[in-house]
């Protein structure tokens, strides 16, 4: 255990990719618990991938990414601003509506950055907004984001915990609605004080054609989970829909993919699965390390001797996807922990999937935990502003989001209450 | 080049096969049993294939932060050392593709009842493009003057 | 005396019998070895997540002891091990257990050895499979057709839905509650332990007892590990085995009443087939394709032995 955990943090301090570090310690791991060690590595690996629950990864990847070119997230921010916009701090608060929208059709808090960042970033800084506050609402908003559906990590968790992605999918409308809701309370305070300006306030004619202009874009969610839960296809099969949605949307009605930028976009998204889809099969070596070294059973006898409560369980997981989700980026964490972590969360009656939803919100704050965490790298390039500055910028952000993650932890209701009304549970 | 079109082939596939997947189950109400072997398929070999190719434009996601903070001779060293790492990691895949390929010859699949060794041979031959991309970086990092 | 580790597999959870059998496993083998042999117990495919991962397993040495269906077995690695599970041959587990038990069951177990798996016994198994759906209940073959079935990727049971006009569909196991609450399928097919054990019992109306399969498990141990053993271990073994094997058998036969009881007590309508004869007539093609698989002579003797059985 010690041998594979210096390995682990040797590599990753090197710089080493996350994915060959995961690797590399699950094969050490392997060489200490296994007979054969290279033939149990690639095994594990393989079975870790192979599954149908996955395929829907690298479809909400592709489908991301043919919007994040389609004109689809300038239409959205548009409609966000003509709706929120002429509030005090207005304009930040759109970023947060534009992103819950825009998240609500991609799968991948990567795109949703990217996407977002580089459509509001300019005209907030051109409103007034410094740009680190720029960048830290952005950041926090993504954040946010990664809780409304699809989202790739919940498809990761629905396989590794065999709960229904669906459930998932559903359970995480609301909760970003909370996030959300703090961040936008927290922005109108802060523009308050920094005395900046709101945007006029648009006639219901403006508002209506904005509505109309991203009635193709809103069209995508109804599609996706009417299709799922009316009972007509599987998550798995939405993703396809989605990205033959996508891609007529990007190629003949809005004209902004061209044919022969196709297939760069195709394999760009073949890469991010590569890239994804290795994080996941190593770290299911590792997972099955941590098995055989009898981990699950220890976590189990631990935890009926703290004389706790399932609150203080869910503010150590918490805690500690945070903290992974900065530094390895959630997926592999998941697969990892989640299976020694799911029984003692059940043996201390925690719903599944309100533990789920506090993983990811919780993996969603790590992934811009400043200075480390990979969404706010994407921010900070975009917006060509250094991490150091935007830091301080993004430190209050973090404790307003923490403070969404607490009551989202506190209150299971807001995360059961939709799949229950749903029937989905 | 032929790697980043077997890519875009797969991704094509995998996108037609579960398409057709619904579909048969819907308006032809006969299932085709194949779909999800070959959707798997499709899948184990996009990630392998498209890991390597992340090799190469260097796109795997990594940690930075310490690295950023040291000299430019030692950053080459490490430079160097995480090149080589990765190799290893190929190297893994490509002996343990071996290591299991007698396992594997022995058994077929579902619904195709082709051998197992069309799923495990996605490991090393994604184990041995890693080796071949980083060939090329090291090189660099080793001339670079 | 050095003490050996057995890696216990299970792909199900602490109450269904495969588990509860393990852990009576653990029990017998720690008492009568004096602790020599110690017992890791690794439930819900913690270890392996299905039973071709467990005989992968055994083969590279990470997992030690399992009890795996003949079936699943068969359609990866020898398809001759598919020629028990005739569709529709067996009227009762008895009639089952005594054709396993015979010198066909023997010789058919003894074919897992090369693979790596040292048999021992049958155990009990999953239990007869059986029809849940929200259509309509199966009480003659003519009420399966039109009907949209998950089906597991075993060759035969696909045949089994095709021969009698449903639509079977692939589909991964974790989409499948949803898909059967929704409605994107009419039903599935399951032993009645694992439906009430996934719930299955509360999102469905009708259990039709159709008795189509029940593939009994083998116990096995991976035979590089049983052949390091010194001589007294492996009596203790063998012994356990025997052990675990009847525990497995009564567990099952008592699983299967709760499981029923359970059913009935949520409301669910339970049905048996009265009369399986219309159901062996209309599965003919399939036995057809069944014994293309594993070859006329294995198949009759097949035939011959569950008749002579009855
Ligand atoms: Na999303
Ligand atoms: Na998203």
Redesign the interface.
């Known amino acids: 255990m010690t041998l594979v955990t210096l390995v682990f943090l040797a590599l990753l301090a090197l710089g080493v990719p996350v994915a060959m570090t995961v690797g590399m310690a699950g094969y050490a791991g392997a060489l200490l618990a296994a007979p054969a060690p290279l033939a149990v590595t690639v095994q594990t690996i393989l079975h870790q991938i192979d599954s149908f629950v996955l395929l829907s990864l690298p479809l909400f990847i592709l489908a991301g990414a043919l919007m994040e070119t389609g004109g689809i997230a300038r239409r959205l921010v548009r409609l966000a601003v003509a709706l929120v916009g002429w509030i005090r701090g207005g304009l930040g608060m759109a970023v947060v509506a534009a992103e819950y929208i825009f998240s609500g059709i991609s799968g991948s808090t990567v795109a949703d950055v990217s996407a977002v960042a580089a459509t509001t970033i300019p005209g907030m800084v051109r409103a007034g907004y410094s740009p680190e506050l720029a960048v830290a609402i952005v950041s926090s908003a993504s954040a946010m984001g990664i809780l409304v559906p699809p989202c790739i990590l919940m498809i990761v968790i629905g396989s590794v915990a065999s709960l229904s992605v669906a459930a998932l999918f559903t359970a995480g409308f609301l909760p970003a609605v909370v996030m959300a809701l703090v961040l936008m309370v927290y922005i109108w305070r802060l523009a308050g004080r920094a005395g900046i300006a709101a945007e006029t306030r648009p006639s219901a004619g403006e508002l209506a054609w904005a509505f109309w202009d991203a009635l193709i874009p809103l069209g995508m969610p109804v599609i996706i989970f009417g299709g799922i839960l009316g009972g007509i296809m599987t998550p798995t099969e939405a993703s396809v829909i989605a990205v033959l949605y996508a891609a007529v949307v990007g190629v003949f009605v809005y004209r902004e993919i061209k044919w022969k930028d196709l297939p760069d976009i195709v394999i760009s998204s073949a890469v991010v699965t590569g890239a994804v889809g290795l994080l996941l099969g190593a770290a299911g070596v590792v997972s099955w390390f941590l098995t055989v070294q009898q981990l699950p059973a220890t976590l189990i006898t631990l935890m009926t001797l703290v004389p706790g409560s399932s609150l203080v369980f869910l503010f150590a997981t918490a805690a500690v996807f945070v903290f992974f989700g900065a530094v390895i980026e959630g997926l592999p964490a998941v697969v990892i922990l989640l299976p020694s972590l799911l029984p003692v969360a059940a043996g201390l009656g925690i719903h599944p999937i309100h533990y789920a939803i506090v993983i990811v919100a919780a993996v969603g704050i790590g992934l811009f935990l400043p200075p480390i965490g990979v969404g706010l790298f994407i921010a900070c390039g975009i917006a060509e502003l250094s991490v150091d500055r935007a830091t301080r910028a993004m430190l209050p952000f973090v404790f307003v989001l923490s403070l969404g993650l607490i009551i989202v932890i506190l209150v299971p209701w807001i995360t059961l209450v939709l799949p229950r009304l749903l029937n989905l549970l | 080049m032929i790697v ?1 079109l077997a ?2 082939a ?3 596939a ?2 037609v096969d ?2 057709l ?2 579909f048969s ?2 308006v032809l ?3 085709f ?1 194949w ?3 070959v ?2 398929l499709c ?2 070999w ?10 190469r ?1 260097g ?9 950023d903070r040291v000299g430019a001779r030692p950053r080459r060293a ?1 430079d160097v ?2 090149t080589l ?2 190799m ?2 190929g190297g ?2 490509v ?3 071996l ?2 390929a007698p ?1 594997a010859r ?6 195709l009842e082709i051998s ?1 060794l069309w ?2 041979g ?3 031959v ?1 184990g041995a493009l890693m080796i071949l991309y980083s060939l090329p970086q090291l090189w660099r990092l080793v001339r670079r003057p | 005396a050095q003490t050996v580790t057995l890696k216990l597999a299970t792909i199900v959870g602490n109450d269904n019998p495969f588990t509860t059998s393990a852990i009576k496993f653990k029990e017998v083998a720690e008492a009568r070895s004096g602790g020599r042999i110690k017992v890791e117990v690794y439930p819900a495919g913690q270890l392996a997540k299905n039973e071709i991962v467990q005989l992968e397993g055994m083969q590279l040495g990470t997992v030690d002891v399992a009890a795996v269906s003949l079936p699943s077995i068969g359609g990866k690695w020898d398809p001759k091990l598919l020629a028990t599970d005739v569709p529709f041959l067996y009227t009762g587990r008895e009639h089952v257990w005594k054709v396993m038990d015979g010198a066909l069951g023997k010789e058919l177990m003894n074919r897992l050895e090369p693979l790596g798996a040292k048999p021992f016994c049958y155990g009990g198994g999953w239990g007869f499979r059986g029809v849940l759906s929200n259509k309509r209940a199966i009480q003659a073959p003519d009420d399966l057709k039109g009907q949209t079935i998950r089906v597991p990727p075993i060759p035969t049971l696909v045949e089994v839905f095709k021969a009698f006009g449903a639509n079977p569909v692939p589909m991964i196991w974790g989409e499948v509650y949803l898909a059967v609450k929704q409605g994107t399928v009419d039903g599935l097919e399951l032993p009645v332990t694992t439906a009430v054990s996934d719930k299955f019992h509360e999102i469905t109306k009708y259990y039709s007892r159709t008795l189509h399969s029940y593939p009994a498990a083998v116990w096995v141990m991976a035979k590089p590990k049983y052949d390091a053993l010194p001589a007294d271990l492996k009596k203790v073994v063998d012994e356990t085995m025997a052990v675990a094997c009847v525990q497995h058998r009564q567990d099952e036969v008592k699983a299967e009443a709760d499981g029923l009881a359970q059913m009935k007590a949520r409301g669910m309508q339970v049905n048996d087939v009265k009369d399986l004869r219309p159901f062996q007539e209309r599965a003919q093609p399939v036995w057809k394709f069944l014994e293309g698989k594993v070859g006329k002579e294995l198949f009759d003797r097949v035939i011959a032995e569950a008749r002579a059985a009855k």
């Not at chain 2, 996009?46 to 090799?55: I, K």
């Not at chain 2, 796109?59 to 690295?67: A, G, Q, S, V, W």
Request: hydrophobic residues 60%; positive net charge.
């Open positions: 980043d890519c875009l797969l991704m094509v995998l996108v579960v398409f997947g619904v189950r819907y109400q006969a299932t049993q779909y999800d072997e959707a798997r899948f184990v996009t990630v392998f294939l498209g890991a390597a190719v992340a090799v434009r796109t795997h996601f990594r940690l930075h932060l310490l690295i490490v050392l995480v790492i990765v290893a990691f893994v895949l002996t343990g593709g290591a299991i396992i022995r058994q077929v699949t579902d619904a197992m799923f495990y996605a490991l090393p994604g």
